[in-house]
T-cell receptor
Framework: DAKTTQPNSMESNEEEPVHLPCNHSTISGTDYIHWYRQLPSQGPEYVIHGLTSNVNNRMASLAIAEDRKSSTLILHRATLRDAAVYYCILHNNAGNMLTFGGGTRLMVKP | EAQVTQNPRYLITVTGKKLTVTCSQNMNHEYMSWYRQDPGLGLRQIYYSMNVEVTDKGDVPEGYKVSRKEKRNFPLILESPSPNQTSLYFC???????????FGPGTRLTVT
């Protein structure tokens, strides 16, 4: 499975946008880019996924580089409830295994 | 409410005493999976199931068994638990294999 690289931690101020980067230079053509987050003492929660085009949903936006070797999860207005570990994951669906790396711990300051 | 439930949520047991952690989902999902989460190691997949009677190994299957006799249930069985299986366990399900997985609340297992 192709690996992803994320910063260990990031800080943001409440109500400001947050850009969480992810590098995946060995991504294959069939790999989808998934983002999950894990709030304290909870199970992971699906956020968004995409293949080539940028994606938006009610939780976040996903911006995918043209060469697909990196992507950015965008939280448009961070709230205190967005403080969590965010995981960027590559998944080709055919393999059916979801491999979580270390993720980025997002801290949101009031 | 669409959800994945796990029982028990907390369990302390002794080495060698067989145990089962149940997982149930009410979304009619075909795909179900078990993960363990350990500090510094992130989430690792134990087993997954594409559908009833279809199961396959994940990254760390040793010491675990699963079964999928019904679509909604996917129990995790530890026939002879050992202290290195002390961990936080999550069950997950999705409509299509791997995409948009819904996770349960977790089961914290301690084996002494």
């Amino acid at each position: 499975d192709a690996k992803t690289t994320q910063p260990n931690s990031m800080e943001s101020n409440e109500e400001e946008p947050v850009h969480l980067p992810c590098n995946h230079s060995t991504i294959s053509g069939t790999d989808y880019i998934h983002w999950y987050r894990q709030l304290p003492s909870q199970g992971p929660e699906y956020v968004i996924h995409g293949l080539t085009s940028n994606v938006n949903n009610r939780m976040a936006s996903l911006a995918i580089a043209e060469d697909r070797k990196s992507s950015t999860l965008i939280l448009h207005r961070a709230t205190l409830r967005d403080a969590a570990v965010y995981y960027c994951i590559l998944h080709n669906n055919a393999g059916n295994m979801l491999t979580f790396g270390g993720g980025t711990r997002l801290m949101v300051k009031p | 409410e669409a959800q994945v439930t796990q029982n028990p949520r907390y369990l302390i047991t002794v080495t060698g005493k067989k145990l089962t952690v149940t997982c149930s989902q009410n979304m009619n999902h075909e795909y179900m999976s078990w993960y363990r989460q350990d500090p510094g190691l992130g989430l690792r997949q134990i087993y997954y199931s594409m559908n009833v009677e279809v199961t396959d190994k994940g990254d760390v299957p040793e010491g675990y068994k699963v079964s999928r006799k019904e679509k909604r249930n996917f129990p995790l069985i530890l026939e002879s638990p050992s202290p290195n299986q002390t961990s936080l366990y999550f069950c997950a399900s999705s409509l299509l294999g791997g995409l948009e997985q819904y996770f349960g609340p977790g089961t914290r297992l301690t084996v002494t």
